[in-house]
């Protein structure tokens, strides 16, 4: 009877929910190290930042080196874009949203990647890294909240979802009125 | 006023308790009742791919006939309260819910203002927008600010938002999608653009309250999860021991744990034995129903110009051979009968029908599912039949039988009846409408008589009619609930909302 437009197989959250994050994370990662060398004079300072989730405060350190800040750096930063790509994906195919409007999708990014940064560093960062606390200025943290998460980062995410389509195998917009149902509204002329 | 004497009373982390509580109940139930229509619009008509947002990923099929009854997406029990497509006990539960929510708010502002109290949420001064722009700077700064009396000026914007903005608006939009209220002041859901927008921004209302939770969450954890709990659950206004803070995390599990067992109780109780929790329920919510809303009469009178050109229709034509034979034959030789408890039986053809005193009325159709449509009606006030049927004093109920023998519906389950009390049936706008904009009755919207009462949700609008019988109580007839989808399908006898 109805037609079926979305389908939400595992396969096809986790291979979408990668790509989609991983895109979004060079996106992300792109206007980090761009708005870092602008507002910090520093290109390095968001690897040192995703680095020390591993490594704590050395990562700050001058004689800490630099090629394995940047590969420490990227391997978290594109390891944990992939996970809230898939977290990203995932929610929108257990809500039915594959085949959402795409500006709601643009929404749904902001609105998850606010939510990622606020967990992230209101919620993660005081309480498992709390060394990183008031290392950013605010200047790099507007930037970083607003700007990178709420208006790239996350955009880049439905835009993903909304090019691909992943899982939408038919479009929901063409649907009619029930065949033999309509009745036409009286001329309020004829009364 | 300072940050000791404040403190966190008793009375707050009980409310805050009770809070998580039936919040949790409203979402859980309003994610049921959503999937009865899982679709959002901005306009009242409900035109098919008009929506703005939907939760499903079914599409209804071009050059078929379907009903709004084919587009529900049952939810799983894990998001939905119960799940598997229950909007009658989904509905028992938010009502409940909504109930137990309203109490626990309006004991906390009570409290709130007879107590010192009020000062941790009322702003009683402009530079409160200032301080919590500085908040925010230290938020974003990774710095969160300082505790202030108790809460800094950004928490106390939020909270007085959630609290004196939020929640009223959640509850003044839920109101703005009851039929009675609508029917009677009918300026009432326009203040938020119609029942459709005012039943959007209710659920963009749920989705803020799921948004603030996450925030609220994750300011704990930014001001540090120790403090916060010892406040919350123990009360205390300074640092906490090491064991106080253990003792707070174990209260707090425990009550987590006391929430989640509620949900699982309700949830399990709903899905293994229905009736028994629609009895439950009922015996809460109904009665609230009947004084707050049910007395409401209608008085809609939409303009012809904004009659919905594609109405939904919702059940398919009766499969049985009398219903056949009189379709066939465009039911001339349908005759209506009025019986039971009255002095002078009635049998009317439609042409008969017909030549009674019609009474046409322009309204919202507004289906339990939640999508509505504005339609014009014909048709014989219910009044009139009374009149001339002199109802005995023993009186009560009208119950509606019908042709609908719900051959699409599985089991077990008889021919589809349905009750209404006299003091509806003889409201003005209570008719027997066998005219749809103007043209006979259609099939799909229930030719020949359909029941058309305007204070009340589209499940009580009986299609397919046959006659009507007038009776003392209707607890001897079926399961004994009052119809069809009452019996089958836990809905409530009355529905104003």
Redesign the interface.
Known sequence: ????????DVDTVVVHGSLAGLAAGLVLGVAAVVSSTILVGSAWMPFRFAAAFVVGPHAFDRDFPLAITVLLGSVIHFTLAALFGVLFVGLLAL???L???SW?LIIYGS?FAF?IW??N???????LFPF???????AT??WT?IVSYVLIYGPALGLYVALVRPGVI?????????????????D?EE? | MDTAVLGFPLWVRLTHFFDILFLSLLIRSGIEILGAHPMLYWNDDCTPGSEWVRFTRKRMPSGELWTAEDEKQPYSPLVALPGHDHLGLGRYWHFAALAGWIVTGLLYVVLLFASPQWRRLVPTSWDIFPQAAQAAVGYLQLQPPAAGNPYNALQQLTYFGVIFLLAPLQIATGLAMSPAVAGRFSWYPRLFGGRQAARSIHFLGMFAFVAFVVHHTALVFAHGISLGLAEMVLGLTRKPTSAETALAVAIAMLALAAVAAVHIWATHGSLVNPRRMQNRLQRLIDPLQRVLLQPLVSRQAYPPGSITSTPRPNGRAPHDPEWQKLASGDFRDFAFEVTGLVEQPLTLTLDGLRNLPISSQTTEHVCIQGWSQVVSWGGVPLSALLERARPLPEARYLLFRTFDDKWEHEGEHGYFYGTIDLELARRPQSILAYEMNGEPLPVPFGAPLRLRLESQLGYKMIKWVRSVELIADYRTIGEGKGGWREDVLHYSQIAPI
């Open positions: 009877m109805a037609v079926i437009v979305e389908r939400r809500t039915y949203q085949s959402a409007r709601l609105a939510g606020e967990v560093f209101l919620g993660a960062v005081p309480s990183l606390s008031g290392r950013l200025d605010l943290q507007l909240a038919g479009d929901w917009h063409a649907v009619g009125p029930p065949a033999g149902t309509y009745a036409p509204p009286r309020p009364d």
